[in-house]
């Protein structure tokens, strides 16, 4: 059964840091291109950050280059974001995606197949 898990998320005050994680069950993400995105209340989902398969590049979101680091780690299966210097407008719920190839949007979201249940990250004083 292929399944995404987020986790790493919480409340952290502006400024702060958090390192999101996205670990793989049933298949190597290796193989995929994964994402990151996010949702906020009231808004639609956006694409944040994705790393490819091949040669390992990496895509960000013009809100959050500079500030976020995506990677991957093969051998623990598993697909990182750091997130540094958080603002308020990074509140949202941050999801992880599996796709199977790279689109020339690398952060359009139906492109992606698989899904994780989502971790909130609240940034607030």
């Known amino acids: 059964q292929v399944q995404l898990v987020e986790s790493g998320g919480g409340l952290v005050q502006p400024g702060g840091s958090l390192r999101l994680s996205c670990s793989a069950s049933?298949?190597?993400?290796?193989?995929?291109?994964i994402g990151w995105f996010r949702q906020a209340p009231g808004k639609e989902r956006e694409g944040v950050s994705c790393?490819?398969?091949?040669?390992?590049?990496?895509y960000y979101a013009d809100s959050v280059k500079g500030r976020f680091t995506i990677s991957r780690d093969s051998a623990k299966n598993t697909v990182y974001l750091q997130m540094n210097s958080l603002k308020p407008e990074d509140t949202a719920v941050y999801y992880c995606?599996?796709?199977?190839?790279?689109?020339?949007?690398?952060?359009?979201?139906?492109?992606?197949?698989?899904w994780g249940q989502g971790t909130q990250v609240t940034v607030s004083s």
């Open positions: 995606a599996a796709a199977f190839f790279l689109d020339p949007e690398p952060l359009n979201m139906y492109q992606y197949n698989y």
């Open positions: 049933g298949f190597t993400l290796d193989h995929y291109v």
């Open positions: 790393i490819s398969t091949t040669d390992g590049s990496t």
